[in-house]
């Protein structure tokens, strides 16, 4: 047992202390959010990724409690399959236990997880820590950061936060309670990192309203925003516009529609039921008195926009005239088929804005003012930048610099690397090994970056094989079987596949006789045959019978 | 015979006009620029992609000429396939030239081919064009766009431009020509649209002159600077400040050394000999006389940065001190690995600097002030905005209605559609088939989307293969041989194994008695079985013995 204060960055893959944060005092632990990461473009095949805690499997026991910032994936995401492990309970304000409730439900855990509501403004005592959230602002309402005390010391975590004065729900982050943990004194700042290359602010939600105005008063046609299923914020803003200017609303997509229900049942969306009609009745009505929200903002090929975007919706159909807006941005690694969405929109007659031509989306995230700011409030002995690939936590860290932090005081980790107060004095320890989860079909955890190199090389090159049966005296019997995929068009494989049978006959012919193995030679054959004829390199595999 | 002008954009892949030119009037055809794309992150294995200039096989023999804007792979980078098919002089200016030869060299066509060299301020007739080049400013020496007097008329081509007042090359772009175009009356004008949706002016090469002034007066270790290989006018900028600070310069990357080879012997790039260094001499200077140019920037594995990222590199090594600068954009699709090799570089030490925190790129391309000033300028009847995706061409559009151009002066055309000039009526016919060309390996055109979607296919889901010998009465004979890739980790696979063996032997007892066939069957048990095992819906084989 360690009686030091030790906090750990769990999780993986560029973001940085986002997924879960493991915070930790003698036996106890409590844990911050438990969210999923979403797969690199090449990372083949795999669904999600959720944060790597084997760590915790030989101290479940200890962990106490498992704290919500707030709803979106990247935050509790992983919730279902962290809640199979650990035994303890959630806590989370009310919008965000509705979304994770949703989340236990598929994991069929609801009955089985003990969860307890928090406000904003309360005060928890869960084993030796003192926990107080404190609201901020961010791209879905009921978000929170956490002020935690330990016997070591007060640590404050933001969460994922911007300081928006003018809230679409009209409630401003909490300045209040983070300059009472000033005054208090605050031993470590965990502060979101996402924008650290924007400068000045980010702006408000509020801004946007202006540019929805003028689309909604201008479009003759039928309006069609999509945005991300959990930014509740923006789904109550366009559904205000829809009001004020006459229009239905359909919201469409499952995730979508099944947040509006839950936030409409919560009281966090205002929608006034004779507005909604269902996407079925959208051609009942007028185009000018119609608006569909929807999912697909990052051209998922499932998601609404890239099923309208390539004519596959079942129920509905772009048409001239149409006004189509992307309200929401592009994910790193996702421009490319996003921006092919958009061409694919304006090539079926949409008229299409997205974030680079008109103001219909901000940023959930501080911007580097507003991180200044953050410290300044907080005036922490220690920063830890967190929530952000390594390259927005040294950025965190110079402007840190800028306002007067010396090196010593500010922490640049990785996930794995427990930080440790002895005191008040911050060691870094060495990385833990580990890395990601991967989450792929069925299984979680059961592939590694082997089978995904070997996907690579499929993708890369296809595959070519050939069963032979030989007479072990030199001849090949019969004709042999070959199988190749992702080489070439098979209408063109007709001279592969008969000079593969030549191949094969020659070596055999060579080397055969003698009931010699001949599996090794064929192989090298082929494999020189095929690049001789191809350029490729596939996975040649001979079986010999 | 057709006696109107017709142009037609050739090439594919949202880069609409810009790779591949034909302008065509009565029998005589001229081409502008022939260069590749690069494929997308789901184009799997494909490693260039060329244009489709199919519609010019059967009129081969009518092309006068083909005229290159400058030297940019995505305008060049096809010739040596072009060449191959086209018998006509090619005309450059002479860096452009320089670049073209490098790669008719490497293609095996620099003695088939005539070259001829132009001069910015030339007038050269080709058949019935009389050509006009004339100087724009872009991110390499020696780039133009063209005017062209056809007998219907005279079209304005801007090839890539900006409009940069302060060029390093001290050559700012020919007001006077784009003037005496408007004066003499444009039909036409084909312009660049590749940063439409940036407002203001695109900043000149010499802001960022301040930028790496500073960081080569601060750093006090090596400095290493990324750009990519053709920008010569970067090369010029850092040789420039590495000569002001004392520094030696290594230029490492095979493309940038040829480039910079060629472009000091023509007298584009301005080195002292003294100056310049092997990439194997730097570690016989201390750290602060060093500097070190590269490729790498879009995070390509197999270029200088990708391996210095990963500590690949045979000959230089990154160490703490390093300040390492990203001078480039990240093309959209390439965000992902190139921020990936920026956060490993700042893992092994380096200091990073990147355009999106430092002012050390800028674009070269002109933004929407200098969009609207070109068609100011040259007062074109119609536009036709090139270079861009289609959201980039509506966005162009959208501006050339804002200086009071109705929509039907202004055609927005995708790739392979022919647009149509009877007198001066413009008419946009029907979109001809075909797109692009991949080059693959040792083949052009050989593989089509069909390869494509197996090779998805198989980096999604992996292959499961199964060798059955049966005795035709119900009874496997011997173990079948069981081949899988890319579906679990191998050390996990033995059940996987165990389990399809099983299932190959109940299905052959049960439907495999007097010798009826079994293959669909087992196929379609191992189908099922696979999928329950692991979630996974690979390809599937099954060949009976």
Redesign the interface.
């Known amino acids: 047992m360690n009686n030091n204060l030790r906090i750990l960055p769990l999780g993986g893959l560029?973001e940085i202390g986002k997924n879960m944060m493991a915070i930790e005092y003698g036996d106890e632990i409590i844990l911050i959010d438990a969210g999923i990461m979403f797969p690199?473009?090449?990372m083949?095949?795999i669904d999600t990724i959720i944060p790597d805690y084997k760590y915790l499997l030989d101290k479940l026991d200890r962990v106490q409690a498992v704290l919500i910032t707030h709803g979106h994936e990247d935050h509790v995401g992983a919730i279902g399959h962290l809640m199979r492990d650990v035994d303890a309970p959630i806590y989370a304000t009310p919008l965000t236990r509705g979304l994770v409730e949703v989340k236990l439900r598929r994991a069929k855990l609801l009955q089985d997880v003990e969860l307890v509501t928090i406000q904003a403004e309360g005060t928890y005592q869960i084993g030796s820590f003192t926990i107080e959230p404190f609201r901020v602002t961010h791209s879905i309402p009921d978000c929170v950061g956490f002020g935690i005390t330990t016997p070591a010391g007060l640590i404050v975590h933001t969460g994922d936060y911007k300081f928006d004065q003018t809230p679409i729900d009209g409630r401003p982050s909490d300045f209040a309670r983070l300059a009472e943990f000033s005054r208090r004194g605050v031993l470590a700042l965990l502060a979101d990192s996402t924008n650290a290359?924007r400068p000045g602010w980010t702006g408000s939600e509020a801004i946007i309203q202006d540019a929805f105005d003028k689309l909604f008063r201008e479009a003759q046609g039928r309006i069609i925003v999509a945005t991300f299923a959990s930014i509740i914020s923006r789904i109550q803003l366009v559904a205000d516009m829809a009001a004020r200017y006459g229009r239905k609303l359909a919201i469409t997509g499952r995730s979508m529609r099944d947040n509006a229900k839950m936030a409409r049942k919560l009281g966090y969306l205002n929608i006034p039921e004779e507005m909604l009609i269902d996407i079925d009745q959208v051609a009942n009505y007028p185009n000018h008195e119609i608006c569909i929200m929807a999912t697909g903002t990052q051209g998922e090929p499932s998601a609404v926009m890239g099923r309208l975007a390539r004519g596959r919706h079942r129920r509905l159909r772009i048409k001239k005239g149409d006004t189509v807006v992307f309200s929401a941005h592009a994910i790193?690694?996702n421009?490319?088929?996003v921006?092919?969405t958009?061409?694919r929109l304006?090539?079926r007659g949409a008229h299409?804005l997205?974030e680079?031509?008109a103001n219909v989306h901000v940023s959930g995230h501080a911007s580097q003012e507003e991180m200044k700011l953050m410290i300044n409030l907080v005036r922490p002995k220690y920063l830890i930048p967190v929530h952000g690939?390594?390259?927005h936590l040294?950025?965190h860290a110079e402007l840190a610099k800028e306002l007067g932090y010396s090196p010593n005081r500010i922490a640049v980790i990785?996930n794995g690397t427990p930080v440790e107060f002895e005191g008040d004095k911050l060691i870094i320890h060495e990385r833990m090994p580990g890395g990601y989860v991967f989450v792929?079909?069925?299984?979680v955890g059961?592939?590694?970056w082997?089978?995904v190199r070997?996907?690579?090389?499929?993708?890369?090159?296809?595959?070519f094989?050939a069963?032979v049966?030989t007479n072990g005296r030199g001849d090949v019997i019969g004709q042999p079987?070959i199988?190749s995929?992702?080489?070439?068009?098979?209408a063109?494989s007709d001279d592969l596949i008969e000079g593969a049978k030549d191949t094969i006959a020659r070596v055999v012919r060579q080397h055969g006789a003698n009931r010699k193995p001949v599996d090794k030679p064929i192989r090298d054959a082929l494999n020189r045959f095929v690049y001789a004829?191809?350029?490729?390199r596939p996975?040649v595999?001979v079986?010999v019978?």
């Not at 792929?440 to 299984?443: F, L, N, R």
């Not at 995929?485 to 098979?490: A, C, E, F, S, V």
């Not at 004829?533 to 490729?536: A, I, R, V, W």
């Open positions: 560029g690199e473009n090449d083949l095949g290359d790193p690694g421009e490319e088929v921006y092919r958009i061409n304006f090539q299409v997205y680079k031509i690939e390594l390259r040294k950025q990785e792929d079909g069925a299984g059961d592939i590694g082997s089978v070997e996907r690579d090389q499929l993708a890369q090159n296809g595959f094989m069963v049966t079987d199988i995929r992702g080489i070439i068009d098979m063109e004829g191809t350029g490729k996975f595999h079986i019978k």
